[in-house]
């Protein structure tokens, strides 16, 4: 029972980040008798589509969500299609031959000789402040990401329109 409830909490603190950091509290509290009211709110906030209290159930589903991102639908063969894509993107034969085309490529980022901007007064705070920092930067990254797809999306039904030249006159 510990173990699953620590891999609860290690999945939104690693993985799933819903909660902010400060309401996370009621799951990292294991061994309290009102744990499981937590994870059924928990549940609840993700949607989960699972009724039961089942931690196999429950497990299954917040790993498929946490790890390839892709929630369960009510009909299993939309949400099999959609595990199905994911998988061959990643594990495809030419993935495996060449690993190289999807794994993320670039230099690290030498994040202890950034510049935070201000001063805690603590090394260890900076560092920590500077991880922050960056981590907000990735999200925000993700997030463009999702607004430019959505823009295409609209873009898609919206571009090209079709006109009736009966309609409207061009000149005087």
Same mark, same amino acid.
């Given at each position: $029972?510990? +173990?699953?409830?620590?891999?609860?909490?290690?999945l939104e603190d690693q993985k799933i980040r819903h909660y902010k950091i400060e309401d996370r509290q009621p799951l990292r509290d294991i061994k309290s008798a009102d744990w499981p009211k937590a994870f059924k709110r928990y549940r609840n906030d993700l949607a989960c589509p699972v009724q039961g209290d089942k931690d196999s159930e429950n *497990?299954?589903?917040?790993? %498929?969500?946490? =790890? =390839?991102?892709? &929630?369960?639908?009510?009909?299993? *063969? !939309? &949400?099999? @299609?959609?595990? %199905? @894509?994911?998988? +061959?993107?990643r594990i495809s034969a030419e993935a495996l031959e060449n690993p190289d085309s999807v794994i993320v490529k670039g230099q690290p980022f030498p994040f202890q000789e950034a510049d935070l901007g201000f001063d805690t007064g603590d090394y260890v705070l900076n560092q920590a402040a500077k991880i922050l920092r960056l *981590?907000? !930067?990735?999200?925000?990254?993700?997030? +463009? &990401? @999702? !607004?430019? $797809?959505c823009i295409v999306a609209v873009q898609s039904v919206t571009a090209n329109p079709k006109t009736d030249t009966k309609l409207g006159k061009v000149g005087y």
């Open positions: $029972e510990n +173990q699953f409830r620590n891999l609860v909490i290690w *497990l299954e589903w917040l790993l %498929s969500f946490a =790890l =390839l991102n892709v &929630t369960a639908h009510p009909d299993h *063969l !939309i &949400t099999l @299609k959609a595990v %199905s @894509k994911v998988v +061959q993107r *981590l907000y !930067i990735h999200d925000l990254r993700d997030l +463009q &990401t @999702k !607004i430019n $797809e």
